[in-house]
């Protein structure tokens, strides 16, 4: 019960930041730029592309479809961004998180730490929730393909 408590919690946090990021795709494009980790052709597709990703996967793990495909793919997407927030806190490029707003949240230790505490939240679904499980109803299934 409490990895699906915990699974409802994030897809909730992050489906909120990712619709920031959609409903303001310039500031995003910019704080994207300002980690100088993709090539500047880049940063426009990913912009734009990524958030919706996030939202997509966040809403099947708040649905309970496909959970742990859902969850691996969260789990990804978080280690790359605490991954890129990591490097350029060491390179010192000067930008901003970029997670829930275009301003005010800079890069620091205190973002990398949330964000290994959310991949912490997300091994710990991937190992428990075992609530509803809808994912195990696949395509495969509806044709009458058991994956067991």
């Not at 994030?10 to 910019?30: D, F, Q, R, T």
């Not at 005010?104 to 991937?126: A, P």
Request: hydrophobic fraction near 50%.
């Amino acid at each position: 019960m409490l990895a699906f408590c915990l699974r409802i919690y994030l897809a909730g946090l992050l489906v909120y930041a990712a619709i920031h990021k959609i409903n303001h795709p310039k500031e995003s494009a910019g704080i994207l730029a300002g980690h100088e980790l993709l090539p500047y052709r880049a940063v426009n597709l990913t912009a734009i592309s990524l958030p919706w990703l996030e939202l997509i996967s966040n809403f099947f793990l708040a649905t309970d479809i496909f959970v742990q495909s859902a969850t691996l793919f969260v789990t990804l997407l978080l280690f790359l961004f605490t991954g890129a927030l990591a490097i350029s806190l060491l390179t010192g490029a000067s930008a901003a998180c970029g997670c829930f707003s275009p301003v005010g949240d800079e890069v620091s230790g205190k973002t990398i730490l949330r964000g290994i505490f959310w991949m912490l939240l997300c091994i710990h679904i991937l190992k428990y929730d075992k609530y509803l499980h809808l994912d195990k109803k696949t395509l495969l299934s509806e044709f009458g393909v058991d994956r067991t």
